[in-house]
């Protein structure tokens, strides 16, 4: 049981990834709890004292300025649920939503949102009952929060929505007040500003990044082994490796990288077998991996950032914060813009396209005999035999689909809201095409290793110690090619294996 203490500040990947795949238990932590009180209390006294203020008392977004009566806020709340629960398209992943569901609670830990501990307490008991909500993908704008998205989840914590929960292998649909009856509990009615509270903010987009975080942190360690697998494959040299070249040039990504490829082909006795080779330099996509490679390392690692920042952050308004005086502001501002997770989102994109662009080309240069020594797309009776031709082109065709999807969404721009909501990230957009993104990717260095293989097979002398342990691996799902076959599971069963991370040393 993986226990995950929340305070809104201290969640991490590994606390999110855990989530649906390992037993878990999230609870608010004491000091949390005493904040999230307090702040309560002011939201409370600005009922009683009856002051007009923005998502307390009053209608949202452009209907700000209308004032709503005290007999009718929590029909205010309930309405502002439902109107909002408008998504279309595919509903998320039932991990993803687990995952949205808990970042979005510990966002409320921070004690700013003027929300109870209870409703927090029924969003974990939940999270912890492996209990997630039904809520269709499309529909943020990835400003004023994800509003549709997180909508559709309020709209099951009040009791109105839909759940999912695993049973085996599969998620199956149980019904609501199953669910509730199963944990001792009522649907949640929500008082003044907690509607709000749960739909202003940006756990849709940082569950969709953190996701897609750890992915592409696996493709990237993947991307080195295919290399060096690669490398061996033509015979290639291991000197764009050295780590001279890279202690030059002050990019912490590169020499990640160029270290990762180096340890594969220790004790190679291909390279030794090919010292006196007449060849001079090999292709960019070969002696270029670890600068192209580590830039993409790099690219991760701020997107990680920006994601486990987002989560750790309140992205609703107002926020309820403690002034000089011992007392407490209701401040209305910005923090549900989602545009730092929507630019790392497209950059992130736009770095796993890099990895799959070089890889393909890889994949193209162990197919031709000028460059590998090998037969014509390794097949054994050429002509007779198309051998691996074909999977160099769906890693070709699979390149095209990530350039379409990589097109940065945050250039686009279409003001909602009367105008008063004028700019808005498409954070939503650009974080959730990044799952496909990731999928596609890592049937691309699964191609990579297909083909490295297949060259290993024929080649008479020893590949690196790394390089002969990545090979047995591929061996395990995919068995050596004797004669044309369809490649199709092999790739697929390599890609699954490459997305959940090689367990390489």
């Known amino acids: 049981m993986r226990k995950i203490k929340l305070d809104g500040r201290s969640m991490t990947l590994e606390d999110i990834i855990s989530i649906g795949n390992v037993p878990t238990e999230l609870f608010i932590s004491d000091s949390a709890r005493r904040k999230m ?30 004032r709503i009566d005290s007999s009718q806020l929590e029909q ?18 039932p991990l993803t939503s687990l995952r949205m569901l808990a970042i979005r609670a510990n966002s409320l830990t921070l004690g700013v949102s003027g929300i109870r501990p209870e409703v927090v307490d029924t969003m974990l008991s939940l999270v912890n009952s492996g209990y997630s909500p039904v809520i269709p993908s499309i529909g943020s704008l990835g400003a004023s929060g994800d509003l549709a998205p997180l909508a559709h989840m309020a709209m099951a914590i009040i009791g109105e929505g839909r759940f999912l929960h695993k049973k085996g292998d599969a998620w199956v649909e149980i019904q609501t007040d199953h669910v509730f009856d199963s944990l001792g509990l009522k649907p949640v009615v929500l008082s003044a500003k907690e509607g709000l509270s749960l739909i202003n903010g940006t756990s849709q987009m940082a569950a ?13 360690v993947a991307a080195d082994a295919a290399c060096a697998m690669s490398v061996e494959a033509i015979a290639g040299s291991h000197k764009p490796f050295d780590p001279r070249i890279h202690e030059v040039r002050f990019q912490p990504g590169q020499r990640i990288s160029a270290k990762r490829i180096l340890n594969h082909l220790l004790d190679s006795q291909i390279n030794k077998s090919h010292t006196e080779c007449t060849r001079v330099q090999d292709a960019y996509s070969f002696r270029c991996a670890p600068q192209v490679h580590g830039a993409a390392i790099d690219i991760v690692e701020f997107s990680k950032e920006i994601a486990i920042s987002d989560v750790n952050s309140a992205t609703d308004n107002p926020l309820i914060l403690e002034n000089t005086l011992g007392g407490y502001d209701v401040l209305s501002g910005g923090n549900f813009h989602g545009e730092p997770l929507a630019l790392a989102a497209d950059n992130l994109a736009a770095a796993i396209h890099e990895i799959c662009s070089i890889s393909e080309r890889r994949t193209n240069q162990m197919l031709m005999p000028s460059w590998s020594g090998l037969p014509a797309y390794l097949a054994k009776n050429s002509g007779l035999e198309s051998g691996l031709m074909i999977v ?26 009367g105008g008063k909501e004028d700019h808005v990230s498409m954070g939503s957009t650009a974080c959730q095409r990044l799952e496909e993104v990731c999928t596609l990717a890592s049937s691309v260095l699964a191609n990579e290793m297909l083909v490295a293989s297949a060259a290993l097979d024929l080649r008479n002398h020893q590949a690196g110690n790394g390089v002969r342990k990545l090979h047995k691996m591929i061996r395990s799902l995919s068995k050596p090619l004797d004669g044309d076959r369809s490649m199709s599971q092999d790739t697929s069963d390599i890609s699954k294996m490459v997305l959940a991370g090689l367990e390489v040393s």
């Open 392 to 417: 160099q082109y769906v890693s070709a065709a699979a390149i095209a689909r990530i350039r379409l999807l990589a097109s940065p969404a945050s250039l686009t721009n279409i003001p909602v809201s």
């Open 76 to 93: 205010l709340q309930r309405n502002l649920i439902l109107s909002h629960a408008c998504g279309i398209g595919p509903d998320m992943n």
């Open 37 to 66: 009180v307090n702040s309560r209390k002011h939201v409370e006294s600005i009922l009683e004292n009856e002051d007009s203020v923005y998502g307390i008392n009053t209608g949202f977004g452009s209907l700000s300025n209308v």
């Open 208 to 220: 969709y990044l953190a996701e897609a975080v750890e992915y592409a942190h696996n493709l990237c």
